[in-house]
């Protein structure tokens, strides 16, 4: 696909936030269209990234972006929603393991399916179940959940695989 499935959904992305802002009423300048642009692109491959390698992506964004402001897109009321889940499960709220849940928020707004990787103790569990019991608050509909055992299939199976020639 060389690359054009996330450029396909960075541009959705953007297109959704100008009709939001299109429909708030706001003057739509080029300025704010490649604010967008930024915001969009950072949603879609930050969550990808490790901590060194986003701090390469931000700075590879802003020497091509400059004098644009860089901002994350912002959701008040799933923000509030996890905040009361926190104090609800007497939890330390971190910063930098809401931004994980938010990234993971976005994500499955644009996939039909996401997996979560990392060591063993790093947060995994409470990112996605303080995440799914927020917008269990926020929002009307159920929120499903499928685990599975990573070790009941194989790797190929669980995850896919890539076609060395097509790329898919």
Known sequence: DWGLRALKTILRAGG???QQRRAQKQNV???LEAELIVQAARVNTLSKLSFADSKRFNSLVADIFTGVSVADIEY???LAAIKEVYADRKLVYMPTQVQKMLELY????QRM???IVGPAGSGKSIVWTVLREALGRVQTNLIKKY???PKAMPRQQLLGRIDLDTRE
Do not use: A
């Open 29 to 31: 300048t080029s300025d």
């Open 106 to 109: 976005e994500q499955l707004r």
């Open 113 to 115: 399916g996401v997996v």
């Open 147 to 149: 685990v599975m055992n």
């Open 76 to 78: 008040p009321d799933l």
């Open 16 to 18: 959704s936030l100008l």
